[in-house]
């Protein structure tokens, strides 16, 4: 049996119990849905009238709402801002799977406040050596990690995801403990040994879906299976 019909069998056998999931989440949706909109409002509606106020004026006098920034944020700004100067500017991409760094260049401190006032969601630190880092959280997965990032299993029975072939043994990340019996015992023959060559994982939703197929045969979410109900 190959990896890709490994796969699709899993798949196959979580499409039912995902449709039942899917009805109980859309039940609790309405209920929600309904108490929210038959509630009482918030006792917070002066709070929310200002802010809805501030939008408003921030929108009409054509600037966007300034987004939120941490104490910590505050400060490593303001000490970039009162020490002045020109200082070495890096940004980070920091994917779900890798990760990027580079050199943007030096900037005086107020073309590095104007930076900030761009991409306002990026985390702003202050090296040691002086140099700033931007980082940008991105929900995807890096060029590289989409050519060569297997999901598979390591030598301790651990989910996790490897640069290359689980083979060369370089663990990018790890997820939780697979239990190896249930997976044996719920599969073809040979089917744990076909995961451990790794599946090759090209996009997000592919990354989502082989997390979300093998979340079943977890030691916890195993264990609560084979528990019989008291």
């Not at 501030?54 to 910590?72: H, K």
């Not at 994917?95 to 702003?124: D, N």
């Not at 301790?156 to 939780?176: C, H, Q, Y």
Request: a negative charge; hydrophobic letters at 35%; glycine letters at 8%.
């Amino acid at each position: 049996m190959n990896l890709s019909s490994l796969y699709k069998q899993l798949k196959k056998r979580l499409r039912q119990k995902r449709r039942w999931l899917s009805l109980g989440f859309f039940i609790v949706a309405a209920a929600v849905g309904l108490l929210t909109l038959f509630g009482s409002r918030s006792p917070d509606i002066a709070g929310d009238a200002a802010l809805t106020a501030e939008t408003l004026a921030a929108v009409r006098g054509g600037q966007a709402p300034q987004a939120y920034v941490s104490e910590e944020q505050r400060q490593t700004l303001e000490q970039i801002r009162a020490e002045g100067g020109t200082r070495d500017v890096f940004v980070r991409r920091s994917y779900v799977c890798g990760e990027e760094h580079g050199l943007t260049g030096r900037m005086r401190t107020e073309e590095i406040m104007s930076f900030h006032q761009e991409h306002p969601t990026w985390k702003v630190e202050l090296d040691g050596n002086g140099s700033v880092t931007f980082t940008e959280q991105i929900d995807d997965l890096s060029p590289a990690c989409k050519q060569n990032a297997y999901f598979g299993v390591d030598k301790t029975g651990n989910l996790s995801l490897f640069e290359g072939p689980p083979d060369n043994e370089k663990v990018i990340r790890t997820f939780f403990q697979l239990n190896t019996g249930y997976l044996e015992s719920s599969l073809p023959h040979n089917s744990l040994e076909e995961l451990k060559k790794g599946i090759p994982v090209i996009d997000m939703a592919e990354y989502n879906s082989v997390l979300s197929t093998f979340s079943e045969f977890a030691v916890e979410a195993a264990e609560n299976v084979m528990i019989p109900a008291q």
